[in-house]
């Protein structure tokens, strides 16, 4: 069993910068790849970021692409997400993830509660 907790959203202006973080509970999350999802109102759940158990492979939505950034702290069981140039269409509340793989679809084992994300212009 895995515990995610997200912290770190809030607003901001267009152009500024937001670190998330999302601790793990649970000796095995080393073991676990980990993603970030968002959720706007009215909108799908989508894929953002995941990363592999080992932190060796990245990937990211193209909407994302250079300018959000994840990793992971296994010595912290911490996984972050930075997001800098933030745009409006960023606005959602932010999931983390925990699975076998670092796969773009939702299907990973535990979620966190969300954190919201706020892009003002």
């Known amino acids: 069993q895995v515990q995610l907790v997200e912290s770190g959203g809030g607003l901001v202006q267009a152009g500024g910068s937001l670190r998330l973080s999302c601790a793990a509970s649970?000796?095995?999350?080393?073991?676990?790849?980990m993603g970030w999802f968002r959720q706007a109102p009215g909108k799908e759940r989508e894929f953002v970021a995941a990363?592999?158990?080992?932190?060796?492979?990245?990937y990211y939505a193209d909407s994302v692409k250079g300018r959000f950034t994840i990793s992971r702290d296994s010595g912290k069981n911490t996984v972050y997400l930075q997001m800098n140039s933030l745009k409006p269409e960023d606005t959602a509340v932010y999931y983390c993830?925990?699975?076998?793989?670092?796969?773009?679809?939702?299907?990973?084992?535990?979620w966190g509660q969300g954190t919201q994300v706020t892009v003002s212009s």
């Open positions: 649970g000796r095995t999350f080393s073991t676990y790849a």
């Open positions: 990363i592999s158990w080992s932190g060796g492979s990245l």
């Open positions: 993830a925990a699975g076998p793989r670092p796969t773009r679809t939702v299907e990973y084992d535990y």
